[in-house]
């Protein structure tokens, strides 16, 4: 049993600045990767960034030299730096922890750019 906690999220101008924390609490033994995911409205859920226990990080392609994910073991909590935020952000943002069988979802934290 994994229990997954987002926060962060909130209003911000375009150009600005937020960062998303999601704290993992339960069996963190079995995770193996964690991710932020997102969904704006009228939109399929995507992946927006991930990363490996061991420290391997993927983005999207629209993410890509704007937002950093990171994680801290210790902590058992991955973030999302989002840097020079752009309205198409604007989203629903979801953390993910991939386990062997299955995945575990957060409730989401919303994050609305405003041009």
């Known amino acids: 049993q994994v229990q997954l906690v987002e926060s962060g999220g909130g209003l911000v101008q375009a150009g600005g600045s937020l960062r998303l924390s999601c704290a993992a609490s339960?069996?963190?033994?079995?995770?193996?990767?964690m991710g932020w995911f997102r969904q704006a409205p009228g939109k399929q859920r995507e992946l927006v960034a991930g990363?490996?226990?061991?420290?391997?990080?993927n983005y999207a392609d629209s993410v890509k030299g704007r937002f950093t994910i990171s994680g801290d073991n210790a902590r058992n909590t991955v973030y999302l730096q989002m840097n020079s935020l752009k309205p198409e952000d604007t989203a629903v943002y979801y953390c993910?922890?991939?386990?062997?069988?299955?995945?575990?979802w957060g409730r989401g934290t919303q994050v609305t750019v405003s041009s």
């Open positions: 993910n922890a991939e386990l062997l069988k299955n995945d575990c």
């Open positions: 339960g069996s963190i033994a079995g995770i193996n990767a």
């Open positions: 990363i490996t226990r061991n420290g391997k990080t």
